[in-house]
Structure formats: C-alpha cells, structure tokens
C-alpha cells in the first residue's frame, strides 16, 4: 500500500467511528504506536543527514492526517486558513525580540508589547520603555485587560463587535479535539514521563511485540540531549572526532542537537552504541557539558522526535484556531481514567516537566502558553494546578542539572501577576503563604539556634547554587503582591495574614544575622564571604516595601502585623547580659542604662525584622493608633522602646566608626558592607529605617536615658560615664599615646551627628510632615549641590523613585544645560533659588559628596556677593506622634554634653576630629534655633526653646567667648550665626551685641595683621615670578609667535614663523608679497630657505636639520586601511607600480609631530622592548606590541610604529631650462617618453627583467634614442625639460637609516605576506604618500575646514615629511636601477597600454602624479655616484599633472551617468560667463564625445555649462591633492583664498592658478596630429576597458562626497528589529543571540566568543571581519547591547587566533536626556543622535581608531575607566 493511501486509511476510519460515538483516544495512539517506529526510523546505512531528511518527511506525513481529521476540507497539506484575529495578542517573545512597556499605563514592568501592537498603540506617546528579551516564554500582553491601566489594546487587536466575534467550534469540531487532544496529551505522557534509566526498553503502551522489531543489529540508538548546549561547533567537531561520520554529517547533527533539542548520533547494536558511548563520556565534561547522552531503543528514539514535532503541530493548531483552545482546556483538567483521586492532565504534565530535554520543555511550554494562558478562565485553572504544585515544582528545579534551565516555574510571571488571579489565590490557596513557605522550608536546613547561617553555604558551590535558584520564591512573592486592592475582602485578609507569618518567619532567621565582634588586637585572617547575605537582603527589600502598602491600606491588617512583629522582635532579643542596667549619676540625674559600648558587642546589619516594625510604626497615625493604643498594650511579650532601639543604633553607630576607620582589623569585607549599608538603592531599606527606629525611640524614651544611651553605644564616656576631655586634656597614663582619647574624640562627632539625624532628617513621610513629592525634591536638592549631573546619575542616586515623579520634581529644581567642561554633557543645574535648602549634614552624603558640595556652594554663594557661611536650613516638622523626639536637644544630658564640647575649644591641643566636633555642635545648636524659630510662629500650645535652657546651662554664654577665638576661624561665619539668631530670639540688648561686636573687632585685628603679612609676601613672590616670565618672553619671542594649540610639542619652523609675522617671502631674494602664488612650472613662486630647528622631547635639545648634526625624527604610526576603499568586496593584492582608483588597503601614515633625535628614540624604544620582556604579563591588555615594533609616543602617548625621519628644506625656486617660452609644450614632453619606453621594449626587457634600463650607459642611449626619433629641437625641448630638478639636501646618515625603517615599516603594512623585490619599499613608500593626502583631503573636506589652512599644522607637518623624505631619500635608500625600472614600468602601463596592461579607470589619477614627479627624475639620471635630483615643481612636474589631469577627465567623462546629469539644473549666474570658460566648455564637450565614442558607450546630448559645472565639481578633489602635495614639496606659500573655508566650486580657479594651470584644457586633446589625442584614444579602444566598465561599482572613480559610516535608522528599536532576523553562518537554524552591525559596511555578524570562525579570515566573527572589512579596523555596534566597539588587530597571518584590542566608544544612540544606555540598563528609548555620529565618522575618517584604542587600553590598566 503506498504511503499517502496507507495515511488516508485512519483519516477514514475515524470518521466513521466518530459518527458511530466508538473512537476513543486508545484507537489514536495505537495508530502512532505502529506508524511511528515503521514510518520513522530511518535504513540502517542511511547517513546522518539523510537521517534527518528522512524523519522530516515522515513526521509531516504523520502529521497531516490530524488536520484533516479535525478540520476536514479547511486543511490542506496541514496548512488552514487565516483565522480572524484574535482579542489578545499573545505573540511569545524569542530571545532578542524587541520589548516595550508604558511607563503611565502598565499595571507592572511585566506587562509587555511586541513591537507591530506597540507601533499601532498609543503607547508610543507616552512614557514607554523598551527592553530586549530573553526568550523565556513570556508572551505580549496587548488585549490584556487586566494587565493595563488604560489604552489595552492596539488598532489591530482591539473587541470586534458581536456579529462580527469568532464564534465556537460546532459540537461535531468540538467532539474530534476534545478525542484528538487527549490521545495526543496522553501519547505525549507516555513518552516524556520516564526516566533516563528505562530508555532502552519500549514502554508497554507503546510496545509492538518482539516479531514487529527488525533485525536484534540494528534496534538501538546513540542519542544526544540538549539541557543548555550552545556551541556547535564544538559539539560537531566532538561528533566528527569520535564517530565515523563526514564534517558535514556531524554539523547536521550538531545543528539537530540546537533545534529539536535531540539527535541521533548512532544506529547500531547494544555494543555499538554503549561503546560509542564510552568514547564520547569523556568530552562530556570538556565539550559537552550541557548534554546528556544515552543509548535509547530505536523506537523510543522514534516515538520522542514524533512527540516533539507533535506537540509544536498542537500548539500551531491553536494559534491558527482560537477557538479550539477551551475544548484543549477542557482536556487538560481530565484525569485519566476519570477518578478524581488520579491527577489531572495538567498536573501530570507539570510533573513530567524536569524529565524533559531543553527543546522538549521548550515546546510544551509553548503549548501551555497558547492552549491555557491565553483565556482568563483556563488561565485561572493553570494558576490552581500551579500553586497546588509549587512546592513540589520549586524543589524538583533545585537539582544541579535543572539549575539555569527554563522549567515550568519560570511561568509565575504570566498568572501572579494579574491582579484578579493573584487575589484569587491568596484568597482560596494561601498562595503567598505557599509561596514564601516554600523558601522558609528550603532555608530551615541552614538554620542555627533559629538564625540563618549562610557561611557554609557559601563555601559548598552546589548549595550555594541551590540557594541562588530557591531564592527565586522571592519574585513570586512580590509578584502576588503587586497590586494593592482598594479593598480587602475576609478570606483575601486571612490569606495575606498567613502569609505574613511565613514572611515574619523568614524574617526572624535573618535578624541580627551574621554577626561581627570588633577584633581588638590582630587582624582577621581572611574575609568571609557576604555574597549569599546581600542576595538575600537585596532580593526581601522590595517585598517587605510591599507588605508596608498591603498594612497600610487596611486597618486590621495593620494591627495584626504590628503586633506580631512585636511578639516576633520580642523572641529575638539580644542575650540579657546586653541589657544591665547600672545607676549612673550624671549632669544633676541618676540614669539607668546599659554602659556597654559596640566595640564590644556583636553587630550585624542584617535587621529586617526592626526595619519592618519601623515602616508599619509610621503607618499608625493614619489609622489612628500609636506604640501605647489598647490593641498592642495587652501584649505580653512585646518589645521595650529601649530594646527596640538596640540593634538598629548598633548599626548605625558601627557604620559611623567603620567610615572613621575603628574597625579596620576586621577586613575590607566590613568596609564593603557598611558601604552597601549607605548604597543608593539600599539606603532607604537599611540605613534610613534604622534611623527611624531611633527616631521612633526617641519619641517613646527619656530623651536623657535615650542621650545616654547613644554615648555608651558610642564610646564616647567611659563606663562612669565621663566623657572625652572632662577632666582636662592631659593625657592618662594607660593611654600613653592619646589612641583612646583620639577615639573616644571621633566617637563624640558621630554622636553629634547621629543626633543632629534623629532630630532634623523628616524628610519621609510619617516622620515630617511632608508628601512623596516634597522628600523627593529634597534629595534631588541634595545631590544637584554636589555637581552638576546627567539624568542617569541622577536617577542612579534615586534608583527607587518613581520616574515620572523624578523627571517632575528635577524639572521644578534644576536646569537641563550643556556642562562647560572637554565632554560637553548635557546635566542639570540646580537653580540659585534652591540653594538655600542644601543641608550639609544630610544623612545620605558621603564625607567626599559632604565636602565637595560644601567647597562649591561656598563658590557659588561668593560668585553671588553672598556670605559664604552655609547654616542649616529649616525642617519641616514632624508628625503629631514623633514631636516628643524633639526633647532630645533640650534635655539636660545633651546640653552637658554641647557644653563640655565647646569649653574644650578654649584649651584642648588642636586636632581634626576637635574641629569636626566644634563644627557639628554649632549645626545641632542652629537646627535647634530653627526649630524655636519656625514654633515662635506658630499657636503651638508647648512650643519647642532651645534658647532658654541653652542661656540656664551657660552654653550661650561659651557661644559669645568664643567669638574671636582662632581656632574658630574657620566656622566664624557659622558661629557669627548663631550667636546672631540666638541673640534675637533672646531679645538680647544692643550692648550685648556691642560687646560682641568688640570682641569681634579686636579678633578680627589680629587677623587684618596676619593678612596683611600674607599679602606681602604674596607680592614679592609674584614680582620674581613676573620678572623671569619677560626673561622668558625676551628670549623665546619667535617660539611665542606660534598660535598654542597649532605648535606642535618640539618642532619649529622658520618657515611657519615667517609665514605667521607675514615676512615669508622677503627671506630669499625677487619676493614678490602681492603676486599670485604659483608652485609648478616656470611661474614658479619663489620659497623660503630659512633652517628648520626642532627641540628633543627627550633629551630637550634643540638641533638644526643638517647633514652635519645628529638625525631627528618623528614617532609615525603607519597602517592599512580602507578607510577610502570603493571597492571593499575586492580581495585582489594591491599592485605596487601604481595607486588603484578604488584606494582599497593601502598603507596610511600619520603622527603626532613631537621630535627626537634618532639615538634618543632608540635608545627609549630598548628600554620599553626589555621592560616589556622582563614583565611577560603586562602584555595582556596591553596598548602596544614592541614584537610588532610598537611604542607610545613619550610625550602624548599616541600609538607609533615607526619613526619618520626629518628632512631639511631647500630653497630658492625650481630650474628653468633656456627655451622656457617654447618647452611648455605636452606633446613634445609625451612624445619624448613614449621613446623613452622604447629601448626598454624593444630590447626585450620586460617588468619582471629590468636589465635593459640597468646599463650603465642608459643616458646615452636615451639621448641617441630621443634625437633619431625626435627632430633636433624637440629632441633638446624634452631634454631640458626631463634632467630639471634641484639636489636634494645631504643628510645623515642616521636618518637614511631610519628612512630605510620606515619604508619597511610601510611595506609591511601593505604586503605582510610577499617578499620584497628591489624597489618595491620605495613604491609602497609613494602609495602611503599618495593615501595619507587623499585621506588628508577628505577630512579638510568632511569638517569643512580650509584646505590649507594653519589650524591643521600638525597634521601637515606629518605629510609634510612624509613627501619630503619620499623626495629625497626614497631613490638612494632602493638605488637608481630599481626606481628607473620601475618608473619606466608605470610610463608603459599608461602611455603604451595594450590588452595586458591595466586600463585607464584602475589608476588613481593623483597617484600617477605622485609616482610619475618622484620617478622621471630617475630616468635622465646618468650615474648614481653623480646624485639624484629631487622634484622640485619644475615644468616637468607640471608636464605630470597636465597628464594625470587628463586622465583623470577621460576617467570621468568614461564613468559619467548621463541620466543624471540630465536631470540636474545648472547653476544660476547673473554674469555671462567668460570667453575662457566658453571655450573650456566647447573643449569638454568635443572630448566627451571624443572619449564616448571611442569606448562605445553611449553619446547622449549634454549640455556644455552642465558639462562643465558637473567636470569642474568632480575634478576640484584631484586638484585639491596636488596643491596639497605641491604645497608641501615646494614650499610656496598658500593663496589667501585657500585659507578660508570656500565651497567646492568657488575653489576651482584657484587651484588651477596655484599649479600653474591656465585652464582645465589640454587643447592637443582635440588634435587629431597629436600625441596627446593618440594616447587619449589608446586608452579608451583597450580591448578589457568594456568588460572593466560594466565590472565596477557605480560611479567608482568620481568622489561625489566624503568617505563616511553607514546611514543608521533614526530610532533603535528599528536596528534592533532589523537584527532580530539574523542568523549566524555557524547556526543557520535559528536567530544569532548577539548580532553586531559593522558601521564601516553595514554587515550583520555575530559576536558571540562561541561563535566559529570566519570563513575567509580563520578568526571569530568580529574579529575576522576586521581583518576582511577594515584591514584589522573594526567600527561595530552590538545591537542587542547597544555597545560600541572599537577593534584593532594586526593582520599577520590569518591563521592568528588571539583576541584584537578592543575598546568601548559611546555609541551614537541616546535616550531624550541626551544619554547612552550601553547595555540597554535603563530602558529607555533611544534616538540617533547625529552630532555623535558625526563625530565617530569623524574619528574613523582621521583613522584614529587605533590610537583611541590604545588611550582606552592604557586608561583601563591604570583604573581610569568608569561607567
């Protein structure tokens, strides 16, 4: 029977028993009982991939007969029709799908879109957030009603009306799922519910009998599970190692190994495979750690890949009819066997959930989500069967090969956070009470005495994994406690309270955990880890700032755990030893108090519970209750006020003493807790709470006995209670060295402050009386005093607030402005308003952030004529219930103490922390006048005074002596102050406040003379320092004339000095200052000749360039590049006699400019090679390689790789031959060198053999050659014109020797991998010259900068040398022959091309202009022993660029697209154009037709002045190259017209008049005698010029604009969608995790350090594309990480596998406060921003990656990086 007729049968068969009510489920899955193993398993010769083939096919076949079954004729090779669209989304997220969330209308940060609904939403209008997800099932929320305040659904998912609504499936559709669901379910079970160890044998309902099995050979599988794998390559290299598979065979079964989670490595016998599986247990730990592998029976192998592709085929089915989804819930709530004793459906599956591969999981999640999730009711069912099995689900998930797996858990998230379901099951289950239970339970095991120890947990890394995943109940818990209901109903009451007794449970195990005793003598051997211990803390925060709103919103909820935190707290008290109580006589009162002190009690910052109890004291005003109310005073075993305090004031105090530096002994692992104890996001979980417990206490004890109590915890008295300097200030003989006395001074500071807290600090709601608002004002406030700050600090510093309540309360305070520093950020500037406000005693300021912002308010209130003085300002007041906590300030003990404190001013040795204490004291004293001020005004019945009982105790009077003390000087302002205040709420007298004016006056005498002494002396020493800046001034007056920021550290030119006083041209003889400047041909201008000097950035000697003095030169940094490539798709090599019109990987030098002598660089680069040598490690992330012959410049660290030698300048003007009135003739100079070429050809030289133009007879034989060919006069005309140039100037030899490194350093840049030939360094020499000015020009061009304008010295100065040593030193450094040769080779290629030679658009026009000035000199030349002669600008360098030129415009007028041009408008002009440019115009348009005509490309009409205007824009960059390079090879000064930034078209006729041009034309072009029309017409009739044409990029050789970076979309969220896509070339099955885009090409790669290597390169993926794409440069942008990496590697040899340099560059996307999120932390849209982008390109035109890479690296290993 064929197959498709044997798949039709069942199709039939059940139809009919359906119609007869006979088909059971049993029928079914015998029906996949037999066909699976027949259908599936593959021949048993069948290769792997043939395999997979095989089962594909088979499975689609099996798959088919379903849909046809449930949906009849609506299916068609298992493909339905589209279905209406459904009211929820439900579009599951994969990993790397763009994410967002409305910040005003999602109900939690949970509650997604996908990106088409958030498109179609108004959501993009408001304040939304956009995240990237991790594809771990969640699925998007649109059509949720419950899951958004508002605005729940897009355009496309909105209701539809009720005619128009899905309607249920008929009940004979219903009837078919309901069967076909169940059997599949219960198929599915029987296959996935089994245990590793049963593998090999079928299971009885799925066992065929022994006479269905085929051959005992050939029953067994070697399978491969996936529980996490994600490297291929690995998995396949292992594959092809170990079995007898092909590469490709073994890749495919990798690449099933990732998609379907299983594959088949082996058919065999038993023995076969169990020795296949020995052989591969071994690279199970290395290479395959994250897969199982077990030898499984063919048809179990069988039936699990069928159940796999089943499932996804049910979930299909589901998405496409949504209507069937409650008939598959209906399915899923059976039992099987229908007893209500066997679980359901839903549970089984739930179970079976850990037996299941990774795939495998995958996909039955899906279905879950698809078939339950997308329904409220089927959901509310899910949520039932999910919290019945939490427990057992939560620890079945513990297990080591479950951890960091995606099981069904991870599903919390879709049913706990919907409100409705959410209280339905705290109502109904006790879910939190499950939940939280479940943590408690796990965490009783690590329990000691009833408190959590998680030490040994730490130690033991699969507990400590455990932990790491149980912890995760946490979440769940918040999660059900999202929304706080208006209303509590009785059962949603007693739910919440059961679970508040789980939570207090849990809180119990961590109060007062882990504690620490002060080591008192010796340093702790080691640091104890406190990882677990901040998780832990971390992770209950949130939640216990839950169960606070919860309490608060419901009165008897609040009285319920109010007093169970206070019979909890009352269990946990501290031992009694810690609670002794001692009578103490002190200040007039007997006081019982403890008088112990924290350094010698155990502390522990881990306080959860008491922090707990202070957030619901807080909460009972508003319900009317307090500390003393009936409902807590009958409890028995409640907490004292006294001993509630303990714990928290042992934290506070021991933070305080550990910043002082008192427990150094202990570690840094106690520094870094009390640190994260004051963290941003903990702050007001920790520290602040334990701040309001003391507040609370306050307000509850004796405020003398609360003081007290402070100052033992603070060892500020001894056990008798005297207290620091009490009884004078010598010192006593047990503390010989003052170290106690000193300590008990630091303690009494913290004291003062710690009181200046508990009184002052009401800035929370139910402390002040103050809104969320005003507190959070307050704190922005605060930290804008510090410095100006980004949004993202700001909001890092306020981490908890909500953003919307930020974004509102920075608006109200501070100014959104540009920061005057080098980064130009945008940062808000508090307005001076505010400034008033600014506290500097906050609690929340670190000492640093404490001083910092002292130090510049103190500068802005000056900049202001404003007092310096910063006194505290007023404090709202506090809540009804904590006004007694004022009393502190008033009470006896603390107006002793403040007394003692300051009589110690008048004669206690002076030390830092007396002056803290001094300072501290007089804050207190003003927060308290503030308060009595703020009361006066006020119908207080007891209103607040300090001043009185201040004036009883005498402290008023300590105030007014100490007016004038010196050691008050530096808080006069602030004791002025407050003796001022006091002084008028005292109704002091004016003869008090003249007194005090006295004492002030004769203090402040003293002072005007300690002054007046000062400024003296300051003026003395400002007159010697005036008098030897004018003797400095005198002698350097020419270095002083260079404008600063132009001068490059050690170089100065006479020339540049010259050109700046503008006497350049009176310094040689005919300067004519009005003239025009001409740099070529017989017009020549005349050039300075002064001598050039440079000062040694090492040895800081100053030295004149000349053969005679030691060589100088300069650090050079010489690269590949392709940076101007137009053809990067190219992988041809370069060729080295000329310069390629596509600039495709040529080398690029530039440099900084600094100076040194050659001896003293190499002398410096020894002494860095040995460092690096002697010290191997440095070389990782290290900024260079000396093996590369790599170093810092010494004086700007920037990147160098070789050293370019300086060259001295000659002067005076270029040779002028005899006949200059008759030489400028073109067609003589061509015709002489196309005879040049002649010998050479004819006498059978060839490129390759250049023996012919290596007689030594070779000017001789070209003078006979030119005069039998040429007649007499035109045979001394080219003559002439060819032996014109200048001697170069003689150098050192040291510097020829450094010429000689710097040519191989620019060869092996270029041609790492080929051997030099003779000649071929000083060619590449010339191709660096050629790239470094092309490159040069366009960066002038792209920054719009003149093209010879001074404010680019530096970079002139490079090239400037750069051509010069090319000049002068390139022909000696190779010898005569070679560069003769060469020459000649070139004057072959371009005057004598045949179907060999390269064709006129492969040149680069300046490049044959370059090579053609530095090589013609060669071929006149007579000997080498008589001397080169150097370009000089000569009327034979003219000749060259008249040649190029036209090259150039037949290279244009070749590449021209006519329909273009067609379509653009003339430029309009008012002026008739001039009788040159008419003729200019004719002359273009009869050699266009010339050039068209014959290439046979088509002549179309163009107009003449279109012609013209088009030519003139698309030539001015070649002539903007040669004046560069001219410039810099002669000398001649640069018209004042290219001097100023002009455009493009208006610079033209200026550079045709700086090179000496008349016009644009070359009339024998036009000629039809002529040589020059001839040569034109050869290079447009070469036989490969057609097939060339149509092989280039559009428009290749014209530049119509800068190099620049790819263009970017304008939102993120579009780049992100755009990788989403991506797939890797190692996993082309499935979307690459971490897509990078090359911003240089605009590639799509992966940057996955797993990912395999590059297919051209060899090297991982980012890497190789460097090599390939940028020659080692990389620009690329990790989209799902918006991550900016800059890449520089060296390309050696492809088979080099170390990681290139890599750095972190600000990507150019920022969110609306002008801010990158690298890492996309903060969520929150971004845009391009252009300046930024502008700026990278700019970097990357500059080529000025590298050296950015290196400032990164160098920054990195000296700790500078910060985020």
């Keep these: 029977m064929a197959e498709a007729d044997y798949l039709a049968t069942p199709v039939h068969e059940w139809a009919q028993l359906f119609e007869r009510q006979a088909l059971t489920t049993e029928l079914i899955r015998e029906f996949w009982k037999e066909s699976v193993p027949r259908l599936t398993v593959p021949p048993p010769a069948a290769p792997v991939e043939e395999q997979t083939a095989f089962e594909d096919q088979r499975h689609r076949l099996l798959l088919r007969p379903l849909s046809r079954f449930l949906l009849g004729d609506d299916a068609v090779d298992g493909e339905e029709s589209a279905p209406p669209p459904s009211q929820v989304c439900g579009k599951v997220f994969n990993n790397g799908d763009p994410t967002y969330s409305c910040r005003d209308c999602a109900q939690d940060p949970t509650c997604v879109l996908c990106t088409e609904c958030f498109r179609q939403s108004v959501h993009r209008y408001h304040r939304y957030q956009m995240c990237v997800s991790q594809g771990n099932g969640g699925f998007c929320d649109c ?189 899923m709530q059976q039992t099987v066997g229908g007893s209500e004793l066997m679980p359901s459906m839903l549970e089984r599956v739930m179970a079976c959930d850990g037996r299941q591969w990774k795939q495998a999981r995958h996909e039955t999640h899906l279905l879950l989500i698809q078939g339950m999730l997308m329904d409220m009711e089927s959901k509310k069912y899910f949520a039932q069967m999910f919290t019945a099995r939490y427990r057992e689900q939560t620890l079945a998930s513990l297990p080591s090969s479950m951890q960091d797996q995606i099981t069904v858990q991870d599903l919390s998230v879709q049913i706990y956070t919907v409100p409705s379901i959410a209280h339905h099951l705290m109502a109904e289950q006790d879910a939190l009470a499950v939940v939280i239970g479940t943590l408690v339970d796990e965490l009783r095991t690590h329990t000691h005495g009833g408190q959590l120890v998680l030490r040994p947990v730490t130690s033991d890394s699969a507990a400590r994994r455990r932990f790491e995943c149980v912890i995760s109940c946490l979440t769940d818990a918040k999660y059900l406690l999202s929304v706080v209901p208006p209303t509590q109903s009785d059962k949603l009451r007693a739910g919440v309270r059961r679970g508040l007794d789980m939570l207090l449970e849990l809180l119990y195990f961590c109060e007062g955990m882990e504690p620490v005793v002060r080591a008192q003598t010796a340093h702790v051997l080691y640091d104890p880890q406190y990882e677990l211990q901040m998780t832990l803390s971390f992770s209950l925060a949130p939640l216990v700032n839950q169960v606070l709103e919860w309490c608060a919103s ?298 910092q912002s002292e130090q510049r308010l103190r500068r802005l209130r000056r900049q202001r004529g404003e007092s310096a003085c910063l006194p505290p300002p007023p404090a709202p007041p506090f809540q009804p219930a904590l006004r007694p906590a004022r009393a502190i300030l008033t009470c006896d003990v603390t107006l002793q103490v403040l007394l003692q404190q300051l009589n110690r001013m008048f004669d206690a040795p002076f030390a830092a922390s007396l002056e803290l204490i001094l300072l501290r004291s007089l804050f207190l004293i003003g927060t308290a006048l503030n308060e009595e001020e703020r009361e006066a005004n006020t119908d207080e019945p007891e209103p607040f005074c300090f001043s009185g009982p201040a004036q009883r105790v005498g402290l008023v009077d300590v105030l007014q002596k100490l007016v004038g003390n010196p050691r008050v000087s530096p808080h006069a302002d602030l004791l002025a102050w407050v003796n001022a205040k006091l002084n008028r709420l005292l109704g002091r007298t004016a003869a008090a406040s003249d007194s005090q004016a006295a004492a002030s006056e004769d203090a402040g005498s003293e002072q005007k003379r300690r002054r007046a002494k000062a400024a003296a002396l300051r003026s003395r020493i400002l007159g010697q320092m005036q008098a030897q800046q004018k003797k400095f001034i005198s002698e350097n007056m020419t270095a002083l004339t260079e404008p600063e920021e132009a001068e490059p550290s050690g170089a100065l030119s006479a020339e540049r000095a010259a050109a700046v006083t503008g006497s350049a041209m009176d310094l040689s003889e005919g300067a004519e200052p009005d003239r025009w400047p001409v740099c070529l041909g017989p017009r020549q201008s005349a050039r300075p000749a002064a001598p050039a000097e440079y000062t040694c950035i090492l040895c800081q000697a100053t030295e004149q360039v000349s053969s ?373 115009q004719q002359w273009l348009a009869e050699l266009y037709t010339l050039v068209r005509s014959a290439a046979g490309v088509e002549v179309a009409d163009v107009s003449p002045p279109l012609l013209r205007q088009y030519v003139s824009g698309a030539v001015t960059p070649f002539l903007r190259c040669c004046a560069l390079y001219f410039h810099f090879l002669t000398g001649v000064r640069a018209p004042d017209e290219l001097l100023q930034p002009l455009p493009l078209a208006a610079q033209y006729p200026h550079l045709l008049r700086y090179l000496g041009l008349d016009s644009l034309c070359v009339s024998q072009a036009i000629d039809y005698s002529s040589a020059v029309q001839a040569l034109v017409l050869s290079w447009c009739r070469q036989p490969s010029l057609s097939s060339r044409l149509a092989e280039l990029p559009a428009r290749v050789i014209v530049p119509n604009g800068v190099s620049r970076l790819i263009d970017l979309p304008h939102e993120y969220s579009d780049l992100i969608l755009q990788a989403s896509s991506f797939q890797c070339e190692c996993d082309e099955q499935e979307p690459t995790l971490s897509p990078a885009l090359c911003l240089v090409c605009g590639a799509l790669l992966c940057s996955d350090l ?113 985020d």
């Design 554 to 851: 419901d009165r008897q909820l609040l009285v319920y755990a109010y007093s169970a935190v206070l019979s909890k707290l009352h269990s946990r008290l501290p031992p009694d030893k810690y609670f002794q109580r001692c009578e103490v006589l002190r200040f007039g009162r007997r006081l019982s108090v403890s008088p112990l002190s924290v350094m010698t009690m155990p502390v522990s910052l881990e306080l959860p519970l008491s922090r707990l109890l202070a957030g619901l004291h807080l909460h009972l005003a508003a319900h009317g209750l307090s500390y003393n109310s009936s409902e807590f005073a009958s409890l028995e075993d409640r907490v004292t006020p006294a001993q509630m305090l303990e714990r928290p004031l042992r934290a506070l105090v021991v933070d305080a003493q550990v910043q002082s530096g008192l427990w150094r002994r202990n570690g840094r692992w106690l520094e870094i807790m009390c640190s994260w104890y004051s963290l941003p996001v903990q702050v007001a979980d920790m520290r602040d709470r334990d701040l309001q417990v003391a507040q609370i206490c306050a307000s509850l004890m004796d405020p003398d006995e609360f003081v007290a109590t402070l100052l033992f915890r603070h060892g500020a008295a001894d056990a008798d209670g005297t207290l620091a300097g009490e009884h004078g200030e010598a010192l006593p003989e047990d503390d010989p060295e003052g170290e106690r006395r000193e300590h008990m001074d630091s303690n009494m500071a913290d004291l003062l402050l710690l009181l200046l807290h508990v009184f002052a600090e009401r800035y929370h709601p139910g402390v002040g009386q103050v809104t969320k608002e005003q507190c959070l004002e307050n704190e922005v406030i605060q930290f804008l005093c510090v410095k100006p700050m980004t949004h993202s600090q700001v909001a890092k510093q306020l981490s908890e607030a909500d953003s919307g309540m930020l974004e509102a309360a920075v608006k109200r305070v501070a100014d959104f402005a540009t920061q005057q520093d080098f980064r130009g950020q945008l940062t808000y500037h508090i307005k001076p308003e505010y400034t008033h406000r600014y506290t500097p005693m906050w609690h929340h300021f670190s000492r640093h952030y404490r001083s």
């Design 1650 to 1762: 797993a990912c395999t290597r590059h297919r051209q390169t060899g090297r991982r993926g980012m890497d190789g594309h460097a090599v390939c794409c940028g020659a080692g440069v990389g620009v690329l942008l990790v989209v799902r990480r918006c991550k900016l990496y800059l890449l520089h590697t060296n390309e050696v040899t492809t088979a080099r596998t170390e990681s290139p340099r890599k750095a972190l560059y600000p990507p150019p996307y920022v969110d609306r406060f002008c801010e990158p999120d690298q890492g996309l932390r903060r969520r929150n849209p971004l845009t391009l921003h252009r300046e930024q982008y502008d700026k990278l390109n700019q970097m990357w035109l500059a080529h000025g990656v590298c050296d950015s890479v290196t400032r990164y690296l160098e920054e990195y290993s000296a700790g500078m990086i910060l």
């Design 143 to 331: 059509g949720d009603f419950e899951a958004w305040k508002g605005d729940p659904t897009c355009s496309s998912h909105k209701p539809p009306p009720p005619e128009q609504r899905p309607t249920e499936a008929s009940p004979e559709q219903a009837g078919k799922a309901s069967v076909l669901f169940s059997a599949a379910m219960q198929y599915m079970l029987s296959v996935f519910d089994r245990d590793a160890s049963t593998l090999k044998i079928v299971p009885l309902e799925l066992d065929l009998g022994r006479e269905h099995y085929p051959a005992r050979n050939q029953r067994y599988a070697t399978m491969a599970y996936n529980f996490g794998v994600t490297a291929t390559d690995k998995v396949a290299d292992t594959v092809a190692q170990v079995t007898p598979c092909s590469q490709e065979e073994a890749r495919a079964a990798a690449t099933a190994l990732k998609k379907e989670g299983a594959a088949i490595l082996l058919y065999n016998d038993i023995t076969g495979c169990d020795e296949l599986l020995k052989r591969l247990k071994p690279e199970q730990s290395r290479k395959l750690r994250r897969a199982e592998l077990h030898v499984v029976h063919a048809h179990v192998a069988a039936h699990q890949l069928f159940t796999l592709r089943l499932v996804r085929h049910l979930r299909e089915m589901l998405e496409r009819r949504p209507t069937l989804r409650p008939l598959f819930n209906t399915v």
């Design 1108 to 1480: 005679t003095r030691p060589a100088m030169v300069m650090a050079a940094f010489v690269q590949l590049s392709t940076v101007l490539s137009r053809d990067r798709a190219s992988t041809a090599a370069n060729p080295v006699l000329y310069v390629p019109s596509s600039l495709h990987r040529l080398p690029h030098t530039s440099s900084c400019g600094h100076a040194m002598h050659a001896a003293c660089w190499q002398r410096h680069f020894d002494s860095v090679a040995r460092d690096r040598r002697a010290h191997p490690r440095v070389q990782y992330l290290s900024s260079f390689d000396v093996q590369r012959h790599e170093f810092l410049c010494p004086l700007c660290l920037r990147l160098s790789n070789t050293v370019i030698p300086v060259v001295a300048e000659w002067g005076g003007a270029a040779p002028v031959p005899a006949t200059a009135a008759t030489v400028d003739h073109i067609d003589v100079w061509l015709s002489g060198l196309m005879v040049a070429c002649g010998p050479v050809r004819g006498g059978g030289g060839t490129e390759e053999d250049p023996c012919s133009c290596c007689d030594p007879d070779w000017a001789d034989t070209l003078t006979a050659a030119v005069g039998c060919q040429l007649t007499e006069r035109e045979s001394a005309q080219f003559l002439a014109v060819s032996r014109l140039g200048v001697p170069p100037p003689e150098t050192h030899k040291s510097a020829r020797d450094m010429a000689g490194r710097f040519f191989q350093s620019a060869y092996s840049a270029a041609h790492l991998s080929r051997p030099a030939e003779r000649g071929d360094r000083r060619q590449v020499a010339l191709q660096t010259c050629v790239y470094s000015v092309h490159c040069a020009e366009q960066l002038l061009r792209a920054a719009e900068r003149p093209l010879l304008a001074e404010d680019s010295w530096r970079a002139h100065l490079c090239l400037r040398q750069v051509v010069r040593v090319c000049a002068t030193l390139a022909p000696g450094a190779t010898g005569l022959e070679p560069a003769r040769h060469q020459c000649l080779a070139l004057l072959r290629h371009l005057l004598l091309p045949d179907a060999d030679t390269p064709t006129a658009v492969d040149f680069d026009a300046f490049g044959a202009v370059v090579m053609l000035s530095m090589g013609l000199p060669t071929v006149a030349a007579r000997r080498e022993q008589e001397g080169l002669l150097a370009p000089a600008g000569s009327l034979q360098d003219l000749q060259c660029v008249r040649l190029s030129l036209l090259l150039h415009l037949v290279q244009i007028l070749l590449t021209l697209d006519v329909a273009e041009l067609t379509r653009q408008q003339p430029m309009e002009t008012d002026d008739e154009p001039a009788a040159g440019d008419q003729d200019e």
